[in-house]
């Protein structure tokens, strides 16, 4: 048995982690990485096609954005997921190729422009997404699984997304069984909408985020709905309209919580009747997804609103832009407003254009309301920079610049803490600290090292780990990421390898098929090699 280190480890997006054991190959995991690369990653120690199961925490990109690119490559395996996560992953993969493919198209575009007849791929198409999303396997919190023999899991709400779970991992072989726990993203206590973290009570290892394992949230918790309204009812005396970047999945719907409750309680005196965009037909399509899922999901506050038939995320004055046309709109229209609008930290989607249309506009807000990778358009901006470039263009900051402060769906510090803490019945053997800035990783498995006693280790990519022996038999080296050079590359000799991979893959397991289709196929393959030998 064996657990391999691929993805967010001393940094903080691309989560990914490798477990063989059981005869079988397993990924926890597989998602993007976003805003700025430090280090390279090991590539995956098997090809796509021998991967049996990926067990996926939760549906943000960044855990689960390259699963279609898993089955671009020959994945064929089952996808276990909370049902929330399943339903999210539904529309969020989508979204990710779509997004993909038209990055692709104008690039394509822009060379044909320029002359330049090289074209780029996408990573993966909408058919990919789609036929990934019929291979989940939604599962209930608090079931334990079988997926195989010696191979069994249980997911624990952890608080931080709509379906998202901390993973218990039994895996047995020759009548020894160890338990891993993989936290995914530990949620933020007392969020909106839904549920706290849940604690896990035994593990022989652990494998936990780090996001903000270097700092503290407010000591008191944050009255997030009269900060909210302070800086509207500002905005909205100086004529300007309050821009909010935000995740689609999450922060959008809890935006709208709070929104409701100002309305409801008119504490916007300047203009009590606001009008309030969403401007991203993924967050529509999200907020349907945490109303089917709200028995499951929602927090006792919220539940009460359901008990009365209120819906916790709608009111007078809420408008759903879905057409470009409807996108477009919004800015031509001079009224005061709020515009919520993803992608979260600027780096796709309508944002950057209402970003375009209000940056310069000194009267008007650009409200942060989640975290910002070191990279990104949006910790440019947090971080003052005056100027920024959108589609090309120089765009003056001039816009007021504001962050809801304390609002996380990442736990600080002590909640990471106290979550680890937790296993009070088993307390593990040793505990690798991942998904977190490199400085943040490091200092953080010292402070559980030092102060409470933890057996830590922060793994760069490709730490192997042997679960029985409780070993690390190979430690991960800090790779850098050489700097790319910004020009468009045919991506066809990659998906050539992806074919052959597959191919190999379909090979090894053609046990089951007839030797008539055996010769059958070997006869076409000759073929074709004969041909492109030539």
């Not at 600027?346 to 209402?354: L, S, V």
């Not at 106290?418 to 296993?423: I, P, R, V, Y």
Request: glycine share 8%.
């Amino acid at each position: 048995m064996k657990l391999t280190f691929i993805g967010a480890d001393h940094e903080v997006t691309g989560s990914c982690h490798f477990i063989e054991a059981c005869d079988k190959n397993i990924l926890v995991d597989y998602g993007m990485e976003q805003g700025k690369d430090y280090f390279e990653n090991v590539p995956l120690p098997v090809s796509a096609p021998e991967i049996d199961y990926v067990f996926l925490t939760h549906a943000h990109v960044d855990h689960s954005g390259n699963l279609p690119l898993l089955y671009a490559k020959g994945f064929r395996g089952k996808i276990f997921a909370t049902d929330a996560t399943a339903d999210l992953c539904s529309i969020m993969l989508r979204d990710c190729a779509h997004i993909q493919m038209q990055e692709a198209e104008w690039r394509n575009r822009k060379a044909k422009r320029n002359k330049d007849i090289s074209q780029m791929e996408p990573a993966y198409t909408m058919e990919d997404a789609e036929k990934t999303i019929k291979a989940f396997v939604p599962c209930g919190y608090g079931q334990e699984i079988e997926v195989c023999e010696g191979v069994k899991i249980r997911f624990t709400d952890i608080g931080h997304l709509l379906g998202s779970a901390s993973i218990e991992v039994w895996l047995t072989e020759k009548n020894v069984t160890k338990k891993i726990v993989f936290s995914g993203d530990i949620g933020n206590k007392q969020q909106p909408l839904i549920r706290d973290p849940q604690m896990t009570s035994e593990a022989d290892y652990v494998v936990m985020e780090s996001t903000y394992g270097d700092r503290l949230h407010a000591v008191e918790k944050p009255d997030y709905v009269r900060d909210l309204a302070r800086i509207l009812d500002a905005t909205f005396q100086r004529g300007g309209n309050v821009v909010i970047p935000s995740f689609a999945v999450g922060r959008t719907q809890e935006m709208l919580y709070f929104i409701r409750k100002i309305k409801l309680e008119g504490l916007v005196k300047s203009n009590p009747n606001f009008p309030v965009f969403v401007d991203s037909p993924l967050a529509v399509e999200a907020t349907e997804i945490f109303e089917d899922h709200q028995y499951e999901c929602y927090d006792e506050e919220a539940m009460e609103l359901v008990k009365k038939k209120v819906n916790p995320v709608t009111f007078p004055g809420l408008n759903l832009a879905i057409t470009t046309e409807e996108s477009r709109a919004i800015n031509e229209d001079p009224e005061p407003k709020v515009i919520i609008s993803a992608s979260g930290m600027c780096e796709a989607g309508r944002i950057r254009h209402h970003l375009k249309h209000n940056l310069w506009r000194e009267e008007c807000t650009i409200l942060f309301v989640g975290y910002q990778s070191i990279g990104t358009t949006g910790r440019a901006i947090i971080d003052g920079a005056e100027q920024i470039k959108l589609f090309g263009e120089t765009i003056d900051i001039k816009a007021q610049i504001c962050k809801l402060e304390g609002l996380s769906g990442h736990a600080d510090k002590n909640g990471l803490i106290e979550w680890l803490n937790g296993f009070n019945r088993k307390r593990p053997k040793k505990v690798f600290i991942v998904h977190g800035e490199d400085s943040v990783c490091m200092s953080f498995a010292q402070d559980l090292r030092n102060e409470y006693g933890y057996d830590t280790y922060a793994p760069y990519s490709g730490t192997e780990f042997d679960i029985i022996s409780g070993l690390i038999t190979k430690e991960g080296v800090p790779i850098p990421v050489k700097k790319k050079e910004a020009t468009l590359v045919s991506d066809v000799y990659a998906r050539l390898k992806a074919a052959g991979a597959r191919l190999m893959g379909i090979i090894a397991r053609s046990e089951g098929i007839s030797n008539k289709d055996k010769a059958k196929f070997a006869d076409q393959i000759i073929a074709l090699c004969d041909k492109w030998s030539k």
